[in-house]
């Protein structure tokens, strides 16, 4: 399809008439009417019913539309990166990062990092450790901050902050035993999780058979579910800094320490000074654990 019909026939699925289409283009109405009218005689089946004033996509149309909606996108970010080199601002820097560090260690490297960098643009996106793997290798990003290093040969890992899991409950802060925890609530971590394994790893080679009735898929949901009494959230060491949010919750290291790294991973062909330096900035910013 030409980038023309992309454009019609995904402002048309989104605004479902085509004067709402015309508007989000910048076009007038009839033009809109001959662009949707070329599309359909493009594709070669009718993509839209007309019921009363309104579009009604047809099944070929729902089809379509995953399709058309990849490549809009990716439209779209090639005019924003067009618009950056027009600009002559900085290179646009893409950061994947672990949840459990994106509320409160990215930020803060970021800000510092962004005083060298007044004019960069950075875009952030939250996944977890495999996922940031690989979008890494498909060169969906530039630089990502994981809990597990990646194994793909096109990508180069660096250790840039060492932690420990914790327990997050109404304790009183002192080290907790392994062999406690088969006493108590656990909010249990996804076994898939790069740290769910660790931890799972240490039960088993201890001995500790696990009580839960909850698993979360994030730290973060682990410890509100924490806050609400569901029971101790066996959490990171970078993550337990989101339970400050409450005051009814302590951290305290488990015995024996179960280490926990933090790595940044990037292409091996593909380093830069601003990279360079928001890695050194968010490792300052992890050492502060």
Request: with cysteine.
């Amino acid at each position: 399809m030409r980038i023309r019909y992309i454009e019609i026939f995904y402002n048309v699925m989104q605004a479902g008439t085509v004067k709402g289409a015309a508007d989000m283009l910048h076009i007038t109405q009839p033009a809109a009417t001959r662009l949707l009218q070329q599309a359909e005689q493009h594709v070669g089946v009718p993509l839209f019913q007309r019921v009363k004033r309104r579009l009604v996509p047809t099944a070929e149309a729902h089809l379509l539309y995953p399709e058309v909606e990849q490549m809009y996108l990716q439209l779209d970010a090639v005019r924003r990166m067009v618009a950056t080199l027009r600009a002559g601002t900085d290179s646009l820097i893409r950061v994947l990062c672990v949840p459990g560090l994106a509320l409160d260690w990215l930020p803060g490297a970021l800000e510092s990092w962004s005083r060298s960098h007044p004019q960069a643009q950075v875009s952030v996106r939250t996944l977890h450790s495999r996922q940031i793997a690989e979008s890494l290798a498909l060169r969906e990003g530039d630089v990502g901050f994981a809990f597990e290093p990646a194994a793909h040969p096109a990508l180069v890992n660096e250790p840039i902050g060492r932690s420990r899991m914790v327990c997050v409950g109404p304790h009183d802060g002192d080290p907790v035993p392994l062999a406690r925890l088969a006493t108590h609530d656990i909010i249990d971590l996804d076994p898939g999780d790069p740290l769910g394994r660790l931890f799972h790893a240490a039960c088993h080679g201890h001995g500790v058979d696990l009580r839960s009735k909850v698993r979360a898929h994030s730290h973060h949901a682990a410890i509100e579910m924490a806050s609400v009494g569901l029971g101790c959230a066996v959490v990171d060491g970078f993550s337990a800094a989101y339970a400050r949010r409450h005051p009814s919750l302590r951290v305290a290291p488990l015995e024996p320490a179960i280490p926990v790294t933090v790595h940044a991973i990037r292409p091996a062909s593909s380093s830069s000074a601003p990279i360079d330096g928001l890695v050194a900035q968010m490792r300052q910013a992890l050492a502060d654990v």
